[in-house]
């Protein structure tokens, strides 16, 4: 099973809820890999600190030219889209920063002058901590084509039972890319008036993207009940409530997993799961107290 | 005209909040939303709308049914596994091909290699983005359609305009609510602006991302503040994060306190300096003069 | 010769457009006998991405062997280059200025991009 943990936005606690949940599911003896798809801003590694044992360069297909066999005849620059590749007064010139590596340029080319070469953006990671398979993309700063290597950090083998990815913020390329194909989604929001806002955007692209899934209510408090009647408005379950508390964000600001300095955390981790597992068989979940 | 883009890299930080702050603070300041993902500002700013405008952040395929062989073609040269494949129903006929529209990510290859020109390639509505009047001064800010993408595309567009306007209306500040992460919006967001302020949180993460977005400010070559909200979190961390800034040549913009003044605010439809007279909104006004002296280059330090 | 100018406008008095690949005209001046030609970049100026490639590849294809410009960024720099087209940013003024200077030999050629250009 594959479960993808997103958030309308950043900074609402998803990393929090994907690596406690890693770990406490960990504990009870499943085998879980941790798997950091929030590429530009990957987080996980400084709670889970985990051991990297590989460490592969991601690289996309760009257009190498050879300029004794290219004719000058401009086929390639009129398919690309992304303007990647020029050609003027019959001299080709490429800019593989824009490339999104369709091969477009390669297939259409008639001298066969065209070759693709792989171009880095970043790196793939595998390693372990403790008792968690660890995975993560991490881009190099200033590249733009993370839809690339979320998907290779998606797909990396594994033999775990169950796959916790922790996408991107958002709802645009990048975390679709990282949602697509997750047998589940938890959605995790605070309950302020932006949080719901960026929630109720990235229940729309989930809903688009027709997989089944629930809200987890960050920094709950019992007097702000905001996030449970818009969650009941749209028909989605609340998977977890994790009460807002001081001590939660000390420990994460160290670098702490919360569920290891705070050891009465671990059963909101644990029922969370009981009712992703309802929700996910299509057995209606208990509302959590 | 100075135009200030406050960015956070990890979200959630509080950026908005702060930029709505600012758009009150700041004498008749344009102000444009490029964080279309999580576009929050008008919540607090409550928008008039005044020009609505369609959004097209690329081309899409389209296969028309009538026209499509069931070559697989177009199938066997989509690197984006866009083409799906429908079977026909009775096991006899050739499948039926369909774009899945999410997936597609405009690259036109189908479409030049499909014979008998079954792929429609045309320009994809991918949103609307919109001119409007706060009680601040103008917004310029966007709306994309479900699962669509912010782009550098969008948010050039809409800086551009507020830009314009700007310009127009003489105004000393232009305010952009950047776009969060390292990737092309927030690259679009930043590129030739005169201050970028980054705010972030006293964490190990908050501290991990600063240093990633100060790299990339750099890269382009623009002055960087930091600003360190909730900072009573964890005082040691958030001067740590204020010494390693200035020893890698980013200004201080100075620090907020944790409060829950903040969603008080918002639950208010209200800025924070609007909303709370206290501490928090003299920590913010502070925050506020550091800026403007830096973007004017008033401070030199 | 051919030169063709960045324009905010269709004629010989419309301000020079500081910016190269979202420029909304090119104004093609044949300097010898003075004629010209507005060709409207509309389609680039509101192009996805790499519009300054597509505006530099515009202009080679109008024959032209020299930009005057306001700046332009390194993608744009090196499809004009290529195409063999001299470069010359930091120009102001109106259309009909900018040439005369031009002419007058008051202009010099970039050697490189003036602006950092990613959009
Ligand atoms: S591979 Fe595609 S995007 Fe890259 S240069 Fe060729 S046609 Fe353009
Ligand atoms: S398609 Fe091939 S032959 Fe034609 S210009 Fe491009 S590289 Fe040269
Ligand atoms: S290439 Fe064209 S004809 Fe062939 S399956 Fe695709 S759409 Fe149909
Ligand atoms: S346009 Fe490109 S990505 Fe979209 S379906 Fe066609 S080949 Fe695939």
């Known amino acids: 099973m594959k479960i993808a943990i997103a958030s309308g936005k950043g900074g609402t606690g998803k990393t929090t809820v994907a690596t406690c949940l890693a770990q406490v599911l960990a504990e009870t003896g499943l085998r879980v890999r941790y798997l950091d ?55 080709v010139v490429t800019f593989p920063e824009l490339c999104h590596g369709c091969g477009g340029c390669a297939r259409v080319c008639p001298a066969g002058a065209i070759r693709e070469v792989g171009r880095g953006i970043g790196v793939a990671e595998t390693g372990r901590s403790c008792k968690i398979d660890f995975a993560q993309g991490c881009l190099r700063v200033g590249e733009a084509m993370s839809p690339s290597l979320i998907r290779q950090v998606r797909d990396i083998p594994t033999g775990a039972e169950l796959d916790i990815i922790d996408a991107p913020p958002g709802t645009s390329c990048p975390a679709i890319t990282a949602i697509r194909g997750a047998d589940f989604v938890l959605l995790v929001t605070e309950p302020t008036p932006f949080g719901l806002n960026d929630l109720a955007l990235a229940l729309d692209m989930v809903r688009e993207l027709d997989i089944p899934r629930a809200v987890v209510v960050n920094r709950h408090e019992d007097e702000n009940l905001s996030a449970r009647k818009f969650c009941s408005e ?32 671990r059963p909101y981790f644990l029922d969370l799961w009981a009712n992703v597992n309802k929700l996910a068989t299509g057995t209606p979940g208990k509302e959590p107290a | 005209m100075k135009e200030i883009i406050i960015i956070s890299g990890k979200g959630g930080t509080g950026k908005t909040s702060l930029t709505g702050a600012f758009a009150a603070l700041a004498e008749n300041p344009v102000l444009a939303d490029c964080d279309v993902d999580a576009a929050d500002l008008h919540l607090i700013l409550k928008p008039k709308i005044l020009e609505t405008h369609d959004f097209s952040g690329g081309k899409q395929a389209r296969i028309e049914p009538d026209k499509c062989t069931g070559c697989a073609t177009c199938e066997e040269v989509c690197r984006f596994g866009a083409i799906r494949r429908i079977p026909a129903k009775d096991d006899i ?57 912010n ?8 800086r551009n305009r507020a830009k314009q306007i700007a310009k127009e209306r003489n105004c000393p500040y232009l305010l952009v609510d950047g776009s969060p992460g390292i990737g092309c919006p927030v690259i679009a967001s930043l590129t030739g602006a005169d201050l970028v302020v980054i705010v972030t949180e006293p964490t190990v993460s908050g501290e991990h991302d600063l240093a990633r977005v100060a790299d990339l400010a750099k890269h382009f070559g623009i002055p960087v503040a930091v600003c360190v909200n909730k900072a009573d979190i964890n005082p040691g961390m958030a001067d740590r994060i204020r010494v390693n800034a200035e020893a890698r040549g980013l200004s201080f913009a100075g620090t907020v306190p944790y409060d829950k003044a903040v969603t008080a605010a918002q639950v208010a439809q209200l800025t924070i300096v609007e909303h709370d007279r206290g501490e928090l909104g003299k920590a913010v006004r502070k925050v506020w003069e550091r800026v403007t002296a830096l973007a004017d280059g008033k401070d030199t330090k | 010769m051919k030169i063709a100018v960045t324009s905010e406008g269709s004629t010989l008095e419309a301000a020079v457009d500081p910016r190269f690949g979202r420029c909304k005209y090119f104004i093609v001046v044949d300097t010898d006998t003075g004629a010209f030609e507005a060709v409207d970049n509309v389609q680039n100026l509101n192009a996805a991405q790499g519009a300054g490639i597509q505006s530099a590849e515009t202009v080679v294809n109008q024959g032209a062997e020299a930009v005057l410009t306001g700046h332009c960024g ?38 490189n991009a003036d602006v950092e250009g990613h959009w």
């Open chain 3, 74 to 111: 390194p993608k744009a720099f090196r499809t004009l280059s290529t195409g063999e087209v001299k470069i010359y940013v930091g120009v102001e003024g109106t259309v009909r200025e900018a040439v005369e200077a031009f002419k007058a030999g008051k202009l010099q050629a970039s050697e």
């Open chain 1, 37 to 91: 798809c929030d590429v530009e801003e990957p987080n996980g590694h400084l709670f889970l600190h985990p051991e990297i044992y590989e460490s592969k360069p991601v690289t996309v297909p760009v257009p190498e030219v050879d300029r004794e066999k290219c004719v000058g005849c401009g086929l390639c620059a009129k398919i690309c889209q992304y303007a990647a590749i020029a050609c003027v007064k019959k001299k």
């Open chain 1, 234 to 265: 749209r028909h989605v379950q609340i998977a977890a409530e994790i009460p807002d508390d001081r001590r939660v964000a000390e420990a994460y600001s160290q670098g702490l997993l919360p569920v290891i300095a705070l050891p009465e955390y």
């Open chain 2, 93 to 149: 006929s050739p499948p039926f091909f369909a774009v899945d529209p999410v997936a597609c990510e405009g690259c036109g290859v189908c479409a030049w290699f499909c014979i008998p020109k079954a792929v429609q390639f045309e320009d994809a509505l991918n949103g609307h983005w919109f001119v409007s009047e706060t009680r601040f001064g103008c917004l310029v800010h966007a709306k994309l359609g479900v699962a669509e993408e």
């Open chain 2, 151 to 158: 782009s550098g595309k969008l948010v050039t567009l809409v």
